[in-house]
């Protein structure tokens, strides 16, 4: 099964950005209407890698569009996902909670105690340890991009520092 988002940032790369950021409804709306499916169905559509080349069509259609608002709203989504981890980084830095360490702690040590309980045969695999698995590996990415950047933002600072360079 391939990772529904890689396949998406092929198909529709501004769709797939904006699901991470504030403005995620608008990208689901238009995956949506390209697929014909509600909300819960898209990554379950877009998973089975059995997109029609009507539904290929409909969602590079659906980049297009989005792109369109986006250029006529002024919005940016890789900036504003990088911009809502900054604030997320910043209230943690004046606050001091412990909670976030805390949950970052236990994620990591269920992910990576789930993952070995299954390679050394101490628990066997079913359907709940998958969806318990995929879900913590998936809170466990988020909590490296939050602490650490995520590959957009090094993207980002990579190509400024080559400007750089170039100039």
Do not use: C, H
Request: proline residues 2%; negative net charge.
């Amino acid at each position: 099964m391939a990772d529904w988002i890689e396949t998406l940032e092929k198909l529709a790369p501004t769709v797939a950005s904006a699901l991470g950021s504030p403005v995620a409804g608008m990208a689901i709306s238009g995956l949506e209407s390209a697929l014909g499916v509600s909300g819960d169905d898209i990554q379950k559509t877009i998973e089975t890698n059995k997109l029609t080349a009507e539904q290929v069509a409909a969602i590079q259609q659906a980049e297009i569009a989005l792109k369109a608002k986006a250029q006529e709203l002024g919005l940016d989504f890789a900036k504003l996902s990088n911009d809502d981890r900054a604030s997320a980084r910043d209230m943690q830095k004046n606050v001091k909670s412990w909670i976030p360490p805390f949950l970052a702690a236990s994620v990591t040590v269920g992910f990576f105690g789930i993952l070995v309980a299954l390679m050394s045969g101490k628990i066997e695999q079913a359907a709940e340890v998958d969806i318990m698995l995929g879900s913590l590996g998936t809170a466990w990415t988020g909590i490296i991009a939050f602490y650490f950047g995520s590959s957009a933002g090094s993207q980002a600072k990579d190509a400024a520092i080559q400007a750089k360079l170039n100039q």
